[in-house]
């Protein structure tokens, strides 16, 4: 899937990331990736000294949630609703 960033001085790049086999609408993809990254960008513009680590963690753990919803629809019907209660992330941070 060709994926283009524009920025605001008129700089782009291109990306080409391979479709999972699953994908059924690369339109929706590409609307789904823009909302995230916009969603970033406004984030990061009101949070003082988030790391790319932070992103890409907080993106991990979105995958591995969504990832677990489908697993459960699968399992047990596409009725069902799933709320998310309560995340806690332990760990070592690097900053001091």
């Given at each position: 899937?060709?994926?283009?960033?524009?920025r605001?001085?008129?700089d782009?790049?291109?990306?080409?990331?391979?479709?999972?086999?699953?994908?059924?609408?690369?339109?929706?993809?590409?609307?789904l990736?823009?909302?995230f990254?916009?969603?970033?960008?406004?984030?990061r513009?009101?949070?003082?000294?988030?790391?790319?680590?932070?992103?890409?963690q907080?993106?991990?753990?979105?995958?591995?949630?969504?990832?677990?919803?489908?697993?459960?629809?699968?399992?047990?019907g596409?009725?069902?609703?799933?709320?998310?209660?309560?995340?806690?992330?332990?760990?070592?941070?690097?900053?001091?």
């Amino acid at each position: 899937m060709p994926l283009q960033q524009t920025r605001a001085l008129r700089d782009t790049f291109d990306v080409d990331v391979p479709l999972h086999p699953d994908t059924h609408s690369c339109e929706d993809v590409a609307t789904l990736v823009e909302g995230f990254l916009r969603s970033i960008d406004r984030y990061r513009r009101d949070a003082q000294g988030l790391a790319q680590g932070d992103v890409l963690q907080a993106l991990s753990i979105v995958t591995a949630v969504q990832m677990a919803k489908g697993e459960a629809a699968e399992r047990y019907g596409s009725g069902m609703q799933i709320t998310l209660r309560d995340l806690s992330v332990a760990g070592n941070s690097a900053r001091g």
